[in-house]
């Protein structure tokens, strides 16, 4: 008997069902943390790079991936972690980005994020960090940084001006 | 490296050598010769990022305000990622059988290779964000230099951890301006600190034979060639922050990179490596 393995096409709509842990709202693939889907000599490997080094939940996506795919009857299965080249929030879909904004997490500016220099200190002096983040729930660009760090690593804290309310926005990196 | 259901694995040495053969090629990780120098080189990088990100850890739920303490979290959590990824490549490069939980948990003080800059009490926030400023200008400069480093497999770790260490750098060199250039008390606080880690930054461009050896198959910079770049950023934050750089030697306080370190290393350890000592092989 033989058995026909599903295509990748068919793994990678599997894998956009597997939210990511923190933010359920976006999926894995949204995140743009999947960087491949391929078969070797019959096993699947799904690489899988980290948002941030040292996030907690990279284990516990990984551990999703595996446990959505073993359901889907995936038997041989390998998830290789790759850093390179780095994630970054340019990765995140378009799709991805509406989903955050309406979940209430301001998305990261496209096309800031690719060459890590971004939050340098010469960077900032020269005045390219200084973006304008909209307000998720009033889309006033009226906002102030509390703090560019947040309740996860890839999140900073924000406040809206005119509507008052306190935001995340997922930073750019 | 082994992920989290690999962990439940009892062969950890063995999943890391599977994970190894399907990473980037690197000629670097055959060469005999160098492999004492890589290695010890690689504890370094990554013993450094375990510590300071230890000490770190520890300001967690007793940071003065909630956004200084999820920061200094968050930077913890950042160097212990980097720590995961240097001792894990140190592992492969010493191919003994040891995983990064090895080396991190199991070895003892003098084995350790961290500078005894970021081995010292946190002391006051002053303390703690003057030597993070310090260590981030160096650790930003040393980064981006190993970016282009002959070994792929140490630029794409430094890639993804500059990535990183440029936050790092930009929020502690903001704080040291807000409170260096702030009250009274907190500008007597940060010189104090200033003074306090002045004479332990030398180490961090103190080169030895393992740093000529990297240095010279190309994986990692001359170290003083660092120094001109950290000591204008020093000069810079400092003056803005209304400071004044001691007057003392920077490179009085050495001999962590071989192994000879402070007695607060110990205590380190002690801490850090209970569970590990206590209940050997431990997993959940």
Redesign the interface.
């Known amino acids: 008997m033989t058995t026909v393995l599903p295509s990748t096409e068919e793994v990678w709509d599997w894998l956009s069902e597997v939210p990511d842990p923190e933010i359920p709202v976006v999926s894995v693939t949204d995140l743009g943390i999947v960087r491949e889907v391929r078969w070797d000599e019959g096993a699947l490997v799904v690489a899988v790079t980290p948002t941030y080094s040292g996030c907690p939940a990279t284990a516990v996506i990984d551990l999703m991936i595996e446990n959505h795919l073993r359901e889907k009857g995936i038997e041989n299965l390998r998830l290789e972690r790759r850093i390179s080249p780095p994630w970054t929030t340019d990765w995140v879909s378009a799709a991805g980005r509406e989903k955050l904004r309406a979940y209430g997490i301001a998305p990261p500016v496209d096309g800031t994020a690719s060459d890590g220099m971004t939050a340098s200190r010469a960077a900032r002096l020269s005045g390219r960090t200084n973006l304008v983040i909209a307000c998720p729930r009033c889309g006033s660009s009226h906002t102030e940084r509390v703090s560019q760090f947040g309740s996860t690593p890839c999140k900073a804290s924000y406040r809206c001006r005119d509507c008052l309310e306190p935001f995340d926005y997922f930073k750019c990196h | 490296?082994p992920?989290?259901?690999d962990?439940a694995t009892p062969d950890a040495a063995e999943l890391a050598r599977q994970?190894a053969a399907?990473q980037?090629h690197d000629p670097h990780l055959a060469n005999v010769d160098l492999q004492p120098a890589f290695f010890d080189w690689l504890c370094r990088m990554g013993d450094n990022a375990l510590i300071l990100?230890h000490r770190l850890s520890e300001w967690c739920g007793h940071g003065p305000v909630l956004?200084e303490d999820?920061?200094l979290a968050?930077?913890?959590?950042?160097?212990?990622?980097?720590t995961?990824?240097w001792l894990g490549l140190a592992a492969e490069v010493e191919d003994a059988g040891r995983s990064a939980d090895d080396l991190a948990y199991l070895r003892d003080a003098m084995k350790f290779r961290n500078l005894k800059l970021v081995e010292l009490p946190n002391g006051d926030m002053g303390v703690t964000l003057m030597r993070e400023f310090l260590f981030d200008a160096f650790h930003?400069e040393l980064l981006t230099a190993l970016t282009h480093s002959t070994s792929?497999r140490v630029?794409?770790?430094a890639?993804?951890?500059?990535?990183?260490v440029?936050?790092h750098?930009?929020?502690s060199?903001d704080l040291v301006i807000r409170l260096g250039d702030g009250t009274e008390e907190s500008h007597a606080r940060m010189q104090a600190a200033l003074e306090r880690l002045w004479p332990y930054t030398g180490e961090m461009f103190a080169a030895d034979a393992v740093d000529d050896a990297v240095a010279e198959a190309g994986i990692a910079p001359e170290l003083a060639a660092l120094l001109p770049r950290w000591q204008q950023?020093v000069d810079e934050v400092l003056a803005e922050a209304t400071l004044s750089k001691p007057e003392q030697r920077f490179d009085a306080q050495k001999g962590g990179k071989q192994g000879r370190h402070t007695e607060h290393l110990g205590f380190i350890l002690a801490e850090m490596q209970f569970l590990q000592r206590a209940y050997p092989g431990a997993s959940w």
Request: glycine content about 4%.
């Open positions: 490296m992920s989290l259901p962990a994970a399907h980037t990100g956004e999820i920061a968050n930077t913890a959590l950042d160097l212990i990622g980097h995961q990824m930003f792929p630029a794409e770790i890639a993804k951890a500059l990535k990183e440029s936050y750098l930009e929020r060199s950023t």
